[in-house]
């Protein structure tokens, strides 16, 4: 049975010594525009979405070794399924500062002020701008995908898991899949707002707001990992359609 959304939220305070976890956890997402504290922080995910959350207790962080060669696997998945939505981005954020140098080079330099001149310009501006449009649209949906796929990875610890193709789209496509990550990525956004609003509330003393709002944050994605983990469809479901799938294939073959 599936636990209760507040039972969720609750289930990383029934560890003795969450205060530590969460104090580590915190200090990391303050730290987040360097590199390690967000391998940490991946391998630390990885290790969430192992655990039978609401049984086993709040995972801590120890074995730093581990943890880091866990979280650079995770992070090269996610990486790897953001590289399309990324690399749209950089074009057309690229394409249109080449295509704004280009216009305004024409309307001082070859037409001056006539707009049947600029129409080239205007033309590969809009171009450019629609490609970055394009990509910064697709990173939920590769934010999704890479979701499914480092949950595959965590299933078997087997990197190659996380790019089985046909098994991901399967997951992928799935309505059972995207309503889990809708409720976690909910979770994720509440615990935004409320980093906000201590934010907000703690501004008037120095140097505790930030570790404050880190704090809340990191509850946020701890919670939302096992509302993750609680409602997507589990592995063992997943491979009992791909038997169904195959057995259902030979059945329609016809036998010579």
Same mark, same amino acid.
């Given at each position: 049975?599936?636990?209760?959304?507040?039972?969720?939220?609750?289930? +990383?305070?029934?560890?003795?010594?969450?205060?530590?976890?969460?104090?580590?956890?915190?200090?990391?997402?303050?730290?987040? =525009?360097?590199?390690?504290?967000?391998?940490?922080?991946?391998?630390? $995910?990885? /290790?969430?979405? /192992?655990?039978?959350?609401?049984?086993? +207790?709040?995972?801590?962080?120890?074995?730093?070794?581990?943890?880091?060669?866990?979280? #650079?696997?995770?992070?090269?998945?996610?990486?790897?399924?953001?590289?399309?939505?990324?690399?749209?981005?950089?074009?057309?954020?690229?394409?249109?500062?080449? $295509?704004?140098?280009?216009?305004?080079?024409?309307?001082?330099?070859?037409?001056?002020?006539?707009?049947?001149?600029?129409? =080239?310009?205007?033309?590969?501006?809009?171009?450019?701008?629609?490609?970055?449009?394009?990509?910064?649209?697709?990173? =939920?949906?590769?934010?999704?995908?890479?979701?499914?796929?480092?949950? $595959?990875?965590?299933?078997?610890?087997?990197?190659?898991? $996380?790019?089985?193709?046909?098994?991901?789209?399967?997951? #992928?496509?799935?309505?059972?899949?995207?309503?889990?990550?809708?409720?976690?990525?909910?979770?994720?956004?509440? *615990?935004?707002?409320?980093?906000?609003? #201590?934010?907000?509330?703690?501004?008037?003393? =120095?140097?505790?707001?930030?570790?404050?709002?880190?704090?809340?944050?990191?509850?946020?994605? #701890?919670?939302?990992?096992?509302?993750?983990?609680?409602?997507?469809?589990?592995?063992?479901?997943?491979?009992? *359609?791909? *038997?169904?799938?195959?057995?259902?294939?030979?059945?329609?073959?016809?036998?010579?």
């Amino acid at each position: 049975m599936t636990p209760a959304i507040d039972t969720l939220a609750r289930w +990383p305070l029934d560890t003795e010594d969450w205060p530590r976890t969460v104090l580590v956890g915190a200090l990391l997402v303050a730290t987040l =525009p360097f590199v390690v504290p967000g391998v940490l922080l991946a391998g630390y $995910a990885v /290790r969430v979405l /192992r655990v039978d959350v609401g049984d086993d +207790p709040l995972p801590r962080f120890t074995d730093i070794r581990a943890l880091a060669e866990t979280g #650079v696997r995770a992070t090269g998945i996610v990486a790897a399924y953001h590289l399309p939505a990324v690399a749209l981005v950089a074009i057309g954020t690229r394409g249109a500062a080449s $295509a704004s140098v280009f216009l305004q080079w024409e309307t001082l330099v070859r037409f001056g002020p006539s707009a049947v001149g600029r129409l =080239p310009g205007l033309a590969a501006l809009a171009g450019a701008v629609g490609v970055g449009l394009l990509g910064a649209a697709l990173l =939920p949906l590769c934010g999704y995908v890479s979701t499914v796929a480092v949950t $595959a990875y965590a299933d078997t610890d087997t990197l190659a898991d $996380a790019f089985a193709l046909g098994r991901i789209r399967r997951r #992928v496509f799935s309505a059972a899949t995207l309503r889990a990550w809708l409720l976690a990525s909910l979770a994720v956004l509440g *615990s935004g707002v409320g980093a906000f609003l #201590v934010a907000t509330a703690a501004t008037p003393i =120095p140097g505790v707001g930030r570790i404050a709002t880190a704090a809340v944050r990191f509850y946020g994605l #701890v919670v939302g990992l096992a509302v993750w983990t609680v409602t997507r469809p589990t592995r063992e479901c997943d491979g009992a *359609s791909a *038997s169904d799938m195959e057995v259902g294939e030979n059945a329609a073959t016809p036998s010579t």
